[in-house]
Each structure stands twice: as structure tokens, then as C-alpha cells.
């Protein structure tokens, strides 16, 4: 997640160093760390206990609950992590959320079913997270674009 947001804010924002806003690189790296990482694995490791067995009908089950239960509620908490993590009071933090919730689970839509059925068939459970995670440095740097959005035109204006 912090290889996430030093993309985003230098490929993206085209920010130099001294514009770097490293507190916000540490943010998304603490919440990479401590939340992300440890759900994901968790979430893949009750995926198998679940859903057991091999093959093609197990995969779209696991895709299937990977894609309507876990990413919609865990972008929700996430969302809700980070605005506390930014100091934000519970009023700002729901603004927020109505505001980009719905987007990013759309674009969320658009990745990760293929990435996930890929990962499901091909990648043994160790390794599933290890995938998820190579993929996320681009997902990682649109959430740390899309969520900084509304921030940086608070502070051009």
C-alpha cells in the first residue's frame, strides 16, 4: 500500500519530493501492514475452509463470495480505517464515503473478478495473498488517488 501511494502521488499527482506528503505514504503503509495484509490472508485461508474442493465450480463460488460479500464490506471499512487514520471526525469521514464508496467498488468490479479467478484456479492458497498483493500496487495507487481527490481540491481552492 505505501508503494501504492508513493505511485500515486509521484506518477500521478506528479508531486516532487518536497511536495511528497510522507505522512500519508506512512498512513497507507500502517493500514497495509496492519489491516489489509492480515485480512486478506485471513479472508483466503476461510475461503478454503469454506468452499472446499477443486475445480472450475469452486473457483466462481470463491469469486462469488469474494466479490459480493468481502469487497464491498471491506472497502467500507477501509474507507472508514482511513478517514480515522487521517484524523477525521465520524461526520466527514460518512461524507467521504458516499462520495467514493460507489466508485471505487465499481472500479473494484472491473479488476478484480478476472484477477481473482485467475488467482483461485492457478495459485495455491499460500501464495494467493503474494498475487492479490502484486496486483494491488496499481489498485493500491487509484485508491490513494481516488481518496486524496476531494483533499487536494480543499487545499488548491
Request: glycine letters at 8%; aromatic letters at 12%.
Amino acid at each position: 500500500m505505501g508503494v501504492g501511494d508513493v505511485t500515486a502521488q509521484r506518477l500521478v499527482e506528479k508531486k516532487t519530493s518536497h511536495e511528497h506528503d510522507y505522512k500519508r505514504t506512512l498512513t497507507f503503509l500502517g493500514l497495509g501492514t496492519f489491516m489489509v495484509g492480515p485480512a486478506l490472508v485471513i479472508w483466503y485461508k476461510t475461503l478454503s475452509v469454506v468452499v472446499k474442493g477443486s475445480g472450475k465450480s469452486v473457483v466462481l463460488k470463491k469469486v462469488g463470495l469474494d466479490q459480493l460479500c468481502f469487497s464491498p464490506t471491506f472497502i467500507g471499512c477501509f474507507l472508514c480505517a482511513l478517514g480515522f487514520a487521517q484524523g477525521k471526525d465520524f461526520q466527514q469521514i460518512r461524507k467521504d464515503i458516499s462520495r467514493d464508496y460507489q466508485d471505487i467498488l465499481l472500479t473494484n468490479y472491473k479488476i478484480w473478478p478476472l484477477v481473482q479467478l485467475g488467482n483461485f484456479y492457478l495459485t495455491p492458497l499460500q501464495y494467493q495473498t503474494l498475487v492479490v498483493q502484486a496486483v494491488a500496487i496499481c489498485w493500491n495507487t487509484y485508491i490513494s488517488w481516488k481518496t486524496q481527490l476531494r483533499q487536494q481540491d480543499k487545499i488548491e481552492k
